[in-house]
């Protein structure tokens, strides 16, 4: 049974930062592209960023480029989103995926073949 289960959301000021973090099992986790994707109220999800498996290549967002930082480690089947000089726009729920397309603007939903269940962000101004 796959699981993918996110964490390290949280209430943050403007300007700060956190760091997310999402385990996952039941999958060969360095086989898969993995994504960050968002989404806020009223609004649809987002792809924020996403990571090849190996970790050699990453694309992001133009929203979160130089502010935003994917990892990924295959040994703890573990990826990582370091979020710095966050903004109130920023704030949303946050999911991480198994198998997007990754693309040159960030990830797509398209190929996702699991998700996590989200972990919220809230950036106060």
Do not use: H
Not at 53 to 81: M, P
């Amino acid at each position: 049974q796959v699981q993918v289960v996110e964490s390290g959301g949280g209430l943050v000021q403007a300007g700060g930062s956190l760091r997310l973090s999402c385990t996952a099992s039941g999958l060969t986790f360095g086989s898969y592209t993995m994504g960050w994707f968002r989404q806020a109220p009223g609004k649809e999800r987002e792809g924020v960023s996403c990571i090849s498996g190996s970790g050699r290549f990453t694309n992001y967002a133009d929203s979160v480029k130089g502010r935003f930082t994917i990892s990924r480690d295959n040994a703890k089947k573990t990826l990582y989103l370091q979020m710095n000089s966050l903004k109130p726009e920023d704030t949303a729920m946050y999911y991480c995926a198994a198998g997007p397309l990754c693309t040159a603007n960030g990830p797509s939903p398209n190929g996702v073949n699991f998700w996590g269940q989200g972990t919220q962000v809230t950036v106060s101004s």
